[in-house]
């Protein structure tokens, strides 16, 4: 997905709007994942979700063009640092709260209430998303 659409439609529409694009079909394929009724909806939902995988890219692509050159590496580290701050912290909150619906115990009947869960803070993410906006990125330094 990110090698096929995203150079055919960056130019077109923007990386501000391929983000909320991108977070908006992963909202919806979490919610469908979270309600799924038969077993050929998560499938389904898979067409959601590839187009999910442009978020990552674009933010990347939103933030490298607001800071210079020489600060290349510390945005990117920053982004880099806050996934993986997000990828410890998410199981260690959304593991017992699957297994808490998925047990005898729940507090009510929903076992995909921790999919609909991350689905809601993606909701987070989207809304934050739509209020980037673009400013022109930052010329070169001319040393010589």
Known sequence: MQ????????PKMGEEKMLSIGLSLNCISMFLNSIAWSP???????VFSSFALLAQPTIRSIASKQVGPNE??????????????????????????????????????FPG????????????ALIQ????????PIASHNLA
């Open 40 to 46: 050929w909806v998560p499938y389904a939902a898979t």
């Open 72 to 109: 290349q590496g510390k945005a990117q580290g920053c982004i880099s640092g806050i996934s993986s701050f997000a990828n410890i912290v998410a199981p260690l909150v959304f593991s017992p709260l699957t297994a808490l619906f998925l047990s005898e115990d729940a507090p009510f009947n």
């Open 113 to 124: 209430f921790s999919i609909m869960c991350l689905g809601l803070a993606t909701i987070i």
């Open 129 to 136: 998303s739509t209020m980037i906006r673009a400013s022109p």
């Open 3 to 10: 090698m096929i659409f995203m150079p055919m439609m960056a």
